[in-house]
DNA sequence: CACATGACAATCT
DNA sequence: CAGATTGCCATGT
C-alpha cells in the first residue's frame, strides 16, 4: 500500500490523512472507522483533532468522515454542515435530518486496498 | 505536574 | 430515542 503524506510531522497524521482519502466517491466512514484502518484502534478522537488542523490547508476529503450514527458532526445549521451536505449530495449520498444512512453509504474496504 | 479541550464512540439508564 | 458516563490521547495552558 502506497503511503502519502510521508513528510507530515508524524507518522499517525500521515496514515490518518491516507486512509482518509482512499474512502472512495459515493461513501463515507466514521472518525473510529478511519482510526482502526489506520492502526489506532478506539482513537477516533486523534482522527477529528488532525482532520481539524488540516482540512484548511491540505486535499483531504473530509466531507465523507462523519460520526458512527451516520450524524454529521458540525453542528446543525453551520456553515460548515451547509457545506458538508452539499459535498455529499453532489455524490449522490442522501442526507436527511442533518444524517446519513450508514447501512446504505458506509464505506466497506477490502483487505487489498 | 494538574487540568481542560476536542469535527468521537460504546455502553448504560 | 435522549442523556449521562467513561474511555481515549495529543496539545495547550
Redesign the pocket.
Known amino acids: 500500500m502506497k503511503i502519502d503524506y510521508l513528510s507530515e ?2 507518522e ?2 500521515a496514515l490518518i490523512y491516507h486512509v482518509i482519502n482512499l474512502i472512495p466517491f459515493g461513501c463515507v466512514a ?4 478511519i482510526a482502526e484502518l489506520a492502526g489506532l484502534p ?8 488532525y ?2 488542523q488540516a ?1 484548511a490547508s491540505r486535499a483531504i476529503s ?2 465523507r ?1 462523519v ?3 451516520g450524524q454529521l ?2 453542528e446543525k445549521g453551520s456553515e ?1 454542515a451547509k457545506i ?1 451536505t452539499s459535498k455529499l449530495q453532489e455524490e449522490n449520498i442522501a442526507v436527511l435530518n442533518h444524517r446519513v444512512s450508514m447501512s446504505e453509504f458506509q464505506w466497506k474496504p477490502s483487505f487489498y486496498e
Open positions: 510531522p508524524n499517525k497524521q466514521s472518525y473510529g472507522q478506539g482513537r477516533a478522537r486523534l482522527v477529528g483533532k482532520l481539524g482540512c473530509w466531507h468522515v460520526r458512527s450514527s458532526a458540525f460548515q458538508q
